[in-house]
């Protein structure tokens, strides 16, 4: 026996983890993630609002399938540990992540974190720079979080139980040095590595492990070398998986999640066969195969394709998610229909229920191109509430600022920008322009 648990789940996609938490009435306890992703990406607050109240029924109708799009809030893979920070689960996060990806720079690590998580103390993303024992400390949701490798992670003690949760795409690696692409495992011996984590964490209240496969993050090649473990814990759980987790059988559907995984991989040729075939194959005519058909298309530079198969998707049902519509305003701006772009991308903000700042600082950009400075302003505004580190924001103020005269605030902006950003070099710049508007003004 690998781990020594209480409870154990296998599940098709990630976010599924949460439910069966919820089920445990978990609460405070510490989380070892051992993942080559950090879940933590913006949720809608009704789904807060699920945890928060245990209402696991809710929930499950809320929990979005990793590329099927609707215009209904949620969560999916991409977010759903952010759920459990934000509702007091989890009083402190352990990060495990492979080896090939380790942040050797905690600048890479502060811009990864500015983009993708929902909510998080400022000060505390501006001292992940200070490491110790091979570990990064920062605090999200009011939760303490520690990024460390599976060597640096110090052995848990006996008596207390904690979580364990397990993406099997930590043990796979990818490959793009080839025009193709290719896949590898990480570690020659897989089930060592599985022993040294199960030695590490010695006592598992709940241990749930994601396959991952819909999303193209571990080939189905890569599960015989899963077997030995994934079959112990299925023979825990085989009552007690979630029906809806089950992987479907339908051609077409298959030959989608295909085209998802080799898009993932930027194999665009062969996502773009995946995709007609699922097309061809498929007695319904689904949004969301046109929608993939529509970015594996603009990709490929093939613009009047991309444009086609956007109207083909918006003529579908349920296709009207705020995802959806700001790539789509995303494609159309590259396409030159820079009104029509920020018509989708308004239409994408009101859709928003995550209340996302890629949403908001997707149409501030827009709004720049167009030249529509107060405008672009308003939204950088928003876009501070749901980021306030967002550099790109604070600079887009300092700009139209300017371009009114107004000094004081220009400079102030130029100032936060210089103090939030990442980037050093841009840092340098932005606190030169703040000292010579403020010289003016004397």
Same mark, same amino acid.
């Given at each position: 026996?690998?781990?020594?648990?209480?409870?154990?789940?296998?599940?098709?996609?990630? #976010?599924?983890?949460?439910?069966?938490?919820?089920?445990?009435?978990?609460?405070?306890?510490?989380?070892?993630? $051992? !993942?080559?992703?950090?879940?933590?990406?913006?949720?809608?607050?009704?789904?807060?609002?699920?945890?928060?109240?245990?209402?696991?029924?809710?929930?499950?109708?809320?929990?979005?399938?990793?590329?099927?799009?609707?215009?209904?809030?949620?969560?999916?893979?991409?977010?759903?540990?952010? &759920?459990?920070?934000?509702?007091?689960?989890?009083?402190?996060?352990?990060?495990?992540?492979?080896?090939?990806?380790?942040?050797? !720079?905690?600048?890479?690590? +502060?811009?990864?974190?500015?983009?993708?998580?929902?909510?998080?103390?400022?000060?505390?993303?501006?001292?992940?720079?200070?490491?110790?024992?091979?570990?990064?400390?920062?605090?999200?949701?009011?939760?303490?979080?520690?990024? =460390?490798?599976?060597?640096?992670?110090?052995?848990?003690? /006996?008596?207390?139980?904690?979580?364990?949760?397990?993406?099997? !795409?930590?043990?796979?690696?990818?490959?793009?040095?080839?025009?193709?692409?290719?896949?590898?495992?990480?570690?020659?011996?897989?089930? /060592?590595?599985?022993?040294?984590?199960?030695?590490?964490?010695?006592?598992?209240?709940?241990?749930?492990?994601?396959?991952?496969?819909?999303?193209?993050? &571990?080939?189905?090649?890569?599960?015989?070398?899963?077997?030995?473990?994934?079959?112990?814990?299925? !023979?825990?759980?085989?009552?007690?998986?979630?029906?809806?987790?089950?992987?479907? $059988?339908?051609?077409?559907?298959?030959?989608?999640?295909?085209?998802?995984?080799?898009?993932?991989?930027?194999?665009?040729?062969?996502?773009?066969?995946?995709?007609?075939?699922?097309?061809?194959?498929?007695?319904?005519?689904?949004?969301?195969?046109?929608?993939?058909?529509?970015?594996?298309?603009?990709?490929?530079? +093939?613009?009047?394709?991309?444009?086609?198969?956007?109207?083909?998707?918006?003529? =579908?049902?349920?296709?009207?998610?705020? +995802?959806?519509?700001?790539?789509?305003?995303?494609?159309?701006?590259?396409?030159?229909?820079?009104?029509?772009?920020?018509?989708?991308?308004?239409?994408?903000? #009101?859709?928003?229920?995550?209340?996302?700042?890629? $949403?908001?600082?997707?149409?501030?950009?827009?709004?720049?191109?167009?030249?529509?400075?107060?405008?672009?302003?308003?939204?950088?505004?928003?876009?501070?509430?749901?980021?306030?580190?967002?550099?790109?924001?604070?600079?887009?103020?300092?700009?139209?600022?300017?371009?009114?005269?107004?000094?004081?605030?220009?400079?102030?902006?130029?100032?936060?920008?210089?103090? $939030?950003?990442?980037?050093?070099?841009?840092?340098?710049?932005? &606190?030169?322009? =703040?000292?010579?508007?403020?010289?003016?003004?004397?």
């Amino acid at each position: 026996m690998y781990f020594n648990s209480n409870y154990s789940y296998f599940m098709e996609n990630h #976010s599924t983890a949460i439910l069966a938490w919820i089920k445990h009435g978990i609460h405070g306890m510490r989380c070892v993630h $051992v !993942d080559a992703h950090l879940d933590v990406g913006w949720v809608s607050n009704e789904a807060i609002r699920c945890v928060s109240h245990s209402r696991s029924d809710r929930l499950l109708g809320m929990e979005r399938d990793c590329f099927l799009h609707t215009k209904e809030g949620g969560f999916d893979v991409s977010c759903w540990l952010s &759920l459990a920070l934000s509702s007091g689960m989890i009083r402190e996060l352990v990060w495990v992540i492979p080896d090939e990806l380790w942040f050797t !720079d905690a600048t890479v690590l +502060q811009h990864m974190l500015a983009k993708e998580i929902g909510s998080i103390n400022p000060d505390s993303l501006m001292q992940i720079g200070i490491q110790s024992n091979g570990r990064y400390h920062f605090v999200a949701y009011d939760v303490e979080i520690i990024v =460390c490798r599976l060597d640096d992670l110090p052995t848990l003690a /006996a008596t207390e139980p904690v979580i364990l949760d397990i993406d099997l !795409d930590y043990f796979a690696k990818y490959r793009s040095s080839s025009s193709t692409g290719n896949w590898s495992l990480s570690w020659r011996n897989v089930e /060592a590595l599985v022993c040294r984590i199960g030695e590490k964490v010695p006592r598992v209240e709940i241990l749930t492990i994601a396959a991952s496969r819909h999303g193209g993050y &571990l080939p189905e090649s890569f599960y015989p070398y899963f077997d030995y473990f994934i079959e112990e814990v299925d !023979d825990v759980v085989k009552n007690e998986v979630w029906d809806r987790n089950a992987i479907s $059988v339908d051609m077409g559907y298959r030959m989608y999640t295909k085209a998802c995984g080799l898009l993932h991989r930027k194999r665009m040729h062969a996502a773009m066969t995946a995709v007609l075939s699922a097309i061809e194959v498929s007695d319904n005519e689904f949004g969301a195969y046109f929608y993939l058909l529509a970015v594996v298309s603009d990709a490929l530079g +093939q613009r009047s394709a991309a444009e086609s198969a956007m109207e083909k998707a918006m003529s =579908c049902n349920d296709m009207e998610s705020a +995802q959806v519509l700001n790539d789509f305003a995303g494609i159309h701006c590259r396409l030159g229909n820079l009104d029509y772009a920020v018509e989708l991308q308004i239409q994408a903000l #009101s859709a928003d229920l995550t209340e996302s700042a890629i $949403v908001s600082g997707n149409l501030m950009s827009l709004y720049c191109r167009r030249g529509d400075w107060e405008s672009a302003q308003a939204m950088a505004r928003v876009t501070l509430l749901r980021q306030p580190f967002n550099s790109e924001a604070l600079v887009v103020i300092a700009t139209a600022a300017q371009l009114r005269n107004d000094r004081q605030l220009a400079a102030q902006a130029w100032r936060d920008a210089s103090q $939030v950003t990442f980037d050093r070099k841009a840092s340098a710049r932005y &606190l030169d322009r =703040c000292s010579r508007l403020e010289k003016r003004m004397l």
